[in-house]
């Protein structure tokens, strides 16, 4: 390995790590924020979750559509398609937030199994989803400079751990779907 490379990637430690921490408290913290408590009269944003359901979707495509490019060697377009399922990661983040500082959150109505199922998928989903920036957040960093073995290596663990929250997100909002208010 290039120790050039690895210089450059140790650069960036600072930063992976404070964003590991930081996203998911400010994620934690501002969904449970409601601006109407602080007098700010907004419209619940309730238009929301489908669409960021559809961008965890549209992000389980690309994360597919990467791997596919990077099978066959196209390496331009699965830095692209990656840069772009990070872009969407972070758009999802913002509607995410949105919604919850201006709506209530919905309490899943199924009984039974299912909703034992649907617990299950939604912690998995959470707790993966916290898991995966340190990861992603990496493998990125990796790639950018220029430590392929080392990206290839993590990049194995990171991609079907994005792709089950990806996935799960939009299994989560179906199955929530049909209890919002």
């Given at each position: 390995m290039n120790?050039?490379?690895?210089?450059?990637?140790?650069?960036?430690?600072?930063?992976?790590?404070?964003?590991?921490?930081v996203i998911p408290i400010v994620v934690a913290v501002l969904s449970r924020v409601k601006l109407q408590d602080f007098g700010i009269e907004v419209e619940p944003l309730t238009f929301l979750p489908p669409i960021y359901a559809a961008i965890n979707g549209l992000t389980a495509i690309v994360l597919i559509v990467a791997?596919?490019?990077?099978?066959?060697?196209?390496?331009?377009l699965h830095e692209n398609l990656m840069t772009t399922a990070i872009w969407c990661s972070v758009v999802f983040l913002i509607m995410y937030v949105a919604y919850h500082m201006t709506s209530d959150s919905?309490?899943?109505?199924?009984?039974?199994?299912i909703k034992y199922v649907y617990?299950?998928?939604?912690?998995?989903?959470?707790?993966?989803?916290?898991?995966?920036?340190p990861f992603v957040l990496i493998t990125y960093v990796r790639a950018i400079t220029n430590?392929?073995?080392?990206?290839?290596?993590?990049?194995?663990i990171?991609?079907?751990?994005?792709?089950?929250?990806?996935?799960?997100?939009?299994?989560v909002y179906m199955m929530i779907s049909p209890y919002y208010v």
């Amino acid at each position: 390995m290039n120790n050039e490379n690895l210089i450059e990637e140790k650069k960036y430690n600072k930063w992976i790590v404070v964003l590991a921490i930081v996203i998911p408290i400010v994620v934690a913290v501002l969904s449970r924020v409601k601006l109407q408590d602080f007098g700010i009269e907004v419209e619940p944003l309730t238009f929301l979750p489908p669409i960021y359901a559809a961008i965890n979707g549209l992000t389980a495509i690309v994360l597919i559509v990467a791997f596919i490019a990077i099978k066959n060697k196209n390496i331009v377009l699965h830095e692209n398609l990656m840069t772009t399922a990070i872009w969407c990661s972070v758009v999802f983040l913002i509607m995410y937030v949105a919604y919850h500082m201006t709506s209530d959150s919905t309490k899943f109505g199924g009984e039974g199994t299912i909703k034992y199922v649907y617990y299950f998928i939604l912690l998995t989903h959470i707790l993966l989803s916290i898991v995966i920036i340190p990861f992603v957040l990496i493998t990125y960093v990796r790639a950018i400079t220029n430590n392929i073995e080392r990206h290839k290596k993590i990049a194995k663990i990171t991609f079907p751990l994005w792709l089950y929250v990806a996935v799960t997100g939009v299994i989560v909002y179906m199955m929530i779907s049909p209890y919002y208010v």
